[in-house]
């Protein structure tokens, strides 16, 4: 655990409520936590998920590793304490765009149990959903869109998870969605039906 | 400057734009930079800007020390390592809010110029908009909410901006407040006025 150096903060009430937000907005700001395998299609689904969201009028964003490792992340590589660190940060800036009422997406490997688990326990019960998009390592390696298995498979990276690091499967996600049996769009709507099941979103307007 | 480690990661367009958010939303995301010395001011008046804005239907977010130094920048101190990171970490996260149609305030000290411009690098122009919150240290001193001007002089915090540490003024901010002279309602006035002028917000309709 990350120990609290600054002893010298207090806390104070925010004036606009978080309560005030989401009534406002009439959906509610949670994390949306994709975990799973290189290649197993969690950037996809998510941009997938937040265009049907902006289509139902809520606001979302997504974190991942085109707008997190150039950025906030770019001191950390990929040793067992920077995928430490990485996962820790996004975890409190997730937590961040919850409190601020955006339905935020992360779509990051996020390997380990213990490293999920604690970017849960920021949020409050029901305020983080996990997403596990399983897809079968030979499927992952043969989409490979950015080719990483085949750098991988050549030695040209280093603890790579499903070749050279190990990936912990979650025992119990909110979520899980086969994305080498379902198509995007058949895996997007099974995000948005749990979204509006749990009154996190408003249900779609019937046509 | 910070190193980039990873590289193999690579960018691509998200689905939905920020145009098309912007549109939607009726505002621009953007950076508000707040910062001046301790008591000036900073955290309160970006709180009373985000309840104006809220009532103007505008999402905005305050990060300060509430909600950064113990989450996201709980592993860091005040050394000036530790604060250098600690602003280049709220500069990255500011921008995400931004980039995600949030109107992202920071209030912090950031005693800095080289650190708030590296801030500011980060958004397109017109994006960061520099908040001087201007009080004399005397003011400062007698407001002390928190009782850490008191805590500094007798020497139990070290490193003490406006005591033991310097604050470099901004040269060229976009909006200065001066906090010693005009009331709350005031200052938060001149920033809604400027949001209003640059087209960041709408104009509040006419009673």
Redesign the interface.
């Known amino acids: 655990m990350?120990?609290?150096?600054?002893t010298?903060?207090?806390?104070?009430k925010?004036?606009?409520t978080r309560e005030?937000?989401e009534k406002?907005?009439r959906y509610k700001g949670v994390v949306i936590w994709i975990t799973g395998l290189p290649s197993s299609g969690k950037?996809t689904l998510a941009?997938?998920v937040?265009?049907l969201l902006?289509e139902r009028?809520c606001?979302s964003?997504?974190?991942d590793?085109?707008?997190i490792?150039?950025?906030?992340?770019?001191?950390?590589?990929?040793s067992p304490e920077?995928r430490n660190e990485n996962i820790r940060?996004i975890g409190?800036?997730a937590?961040?765009?919850a409190?601020?009422?955006?339905i935020a997406f992360t779509a990051f490997i996020s390997p380990y149990r213990e490293d999920r688990d604690r970017a849960r326990s920021?949020n409050e019960p029901g305020r983080f959903i996990e997403v596990f998009c399983k897809c079968s390592p030979g499927e992952c390696e043969q989409r490979d869109p950015?080719g990483?298995w085949a750098?991988a498979r050549k030695g040209e990276?280093k603890e790579f998870t499903g070749i050279s690091a190990p990936y912990e499967d979650p025992p119990e996600p909110e979520i899980t969605v086969e994305t080498d049996k379902y198509n995007l769009e058949e895996c997007a709507g099974q995000i948005m039906r749990y979204l509006e099941e749990k009154g996190i979103i408003p249900a779609a307007a019937v046509k």
Chains 1, 2 share one sequence.
């Open positions: 990350t120990e609290q150096k600054a010298n903060i207090t806390w104070h925010p004036l606009v005030e937000r406002k907005n950037s941009h997938e937040e265009r902006f009028g606001n964003y997504v974190l590793g085109d707008n490792r150039h950025g906030l992340n770019k001191d950390l590589g990929f920077d940060r409190e800036v937590h961040l765009f409190d601020a009422g955006v920021l950015k990483l750098k990276l």
